[in-house]
């Protein structure tokens, strides 16, 4: 039996072959119909407004291509955005709505071939006498069949094609999706770790502050002891001592959040993850900017936007589709006979072809319908993909401002730090000189705490900025990139489940 049937899978393969050459070169003959795909103008500024002097990097200082993080010259951030890349379940979400993307295309893309299927089958059975208009006596018989069918739609308005652009264009868009969820993961990374080291540097001001006001008291109690200092004095201080040790323990609290979300983002739980206090005496880098027409190709957001707006271009020029006829050639084929040696014969063979041709003619305005829903759906993408652009530009004019405005701040509170330290060293030469309460003490070191923990939270702000105007620049990603993802049609598919 095997002999028999050894012949047939290489004959069809061969035909089926030749077959899907000729309806994939009908196919690329035939007109589509409906919008070509042209990106809609936006408005772009030709400078940016926040840009200052202060901003000039060199080509040096250009943003790492796929691991933007290193722009910040941070081993420990390095460390933890790797170990982000590869535990992330967000990130492994994305990846794997683009593995289904890229799926979706293939099957589009099979719309290019004909479809081949077969159903062998054997019978026996046995007739009765009983049978109505019968008058012959019972008989048995066998029935064997090995038949196949093909049938193929010739794409000559360009239904298929269409499909496949939109297929294309949403697989592209899946792709700047992951993009985009892994800046936005990566971002987030460093904004928490930079707000961690800065509350590292807030603990250790406030500690330093606590052991300041430990001083005093020893001093005031001492004084008091002598008789020189009230008991008021000694109330005051030891009040201001117990309130600047709350204020640490809400410092660390605060760490500890922060803490948490970073085993979250790089895959642990919350419970097993520590990371040591450290010091924080980070400089915020020499951002390059670009010109603001490039955003349109760094922000992987808006290339997202962009795709989105090809994928309703395509799906437009699929709606007019239907207005046109549709095409379906088939054919069968195959051998039956009663007895299976003779199965694989020529008299044994039957084969059939034919076509359909559907033209719509009323449908109930079905077909306007959708096509003026598709208008509207591509409409309402290009007023989103606009949007996605200015948004995209406030964000890297806030964070350029953000900057400035911020680097200003922390040269005059680096000011503000030291004439609080010149202060409180008077007001404790003239209280143990006699010449002033202690009230003047007490106000120097709440002064000088508040001045140091703001410059500190200055700093943090200063390089949480500089993450996110990284990220409003694209993190170093070009849309070019995106342009490897697309499927299209291989013969070798014509042999393919």
Known sequence: MNSLFSVSPCLRGRKSSLLAAVMFVVSAVGCTVGPGYRRPTAPVPDTWKGEGPWQTAAPKDAIPKGAW?????????????????????????????????????RIASAGYFPTLSAAPGAQRQEVSSNRAFAGSPPFTQSNFTVPFSVSYELDLFGR???NLEAANA?????????????????????????????????????????????????LVNHRHDGGVASGLEVAQQAALLDSTATQLQLVLQQRAQFEHAIAVLTGKSASAFSLAEAPFDATPPAIPTGVPSEIL????????????????NAQVGLAMTAFYPHIT????????????????????????????????????????ANLAGSRAAYDESVANYRESVLVAFQQVEDGLSGLALLNQAAKTQQAAVADSRRALDIANSRYVGGVTTYLDVLTAQSTLLNNERLATQLLGQQMVTSV????????????SEIQREQVRPALVQAAQQ
Do not use: C
């Open 69 to 105: 993080w290193q722009i910040f010259h941070d081993a420990e951030l390095d460390r933890l955005e790797h170990e982000l890349l590869q535990a992330n379940q967000s990130l492994a979400a994305a990846e794997d709505r683009l593995s289904q993307a890229r799926s979706q295309a």
């Open 160 to 162: 298929v094609r269409r």
């Open 170 to 218: 949403s697989l592209q868009g899946s792709a700047a999706d992951l993009e985009n969820v892994r800046l936005v993961l990566t971002a987030e990374l460093a904004a928490d770790y930079f707000n961690l080291r800065e509350l590292d540097r807030e603990a250790g001001v406030v500690r330093q502050s606590v052991e300041i006001q430990q001083k005093g008291l020893d």
């Open 297 to 312: 190709e760094r922000r992987p957001d808006v290339a997202t936007s962009e795709r989105q707006m090809a994928f309703e």
């Open 329 to 368: 050639l088939g054919g069968g084929g195959g051998w039956q006979s009663r007895d299976i040696a003779a199965l694989i014969s020529a008299p044994s063979a039957m084969w059939s072809l034919g076509g359909d041709l559907l033209q719509p003619i009323l449908n109930g305005g079905r077909n306007r």
């Open 468 to 479: 996110f105007l990284v990220k409003a620049l694209g993190g170093g990603w070009d849309a």
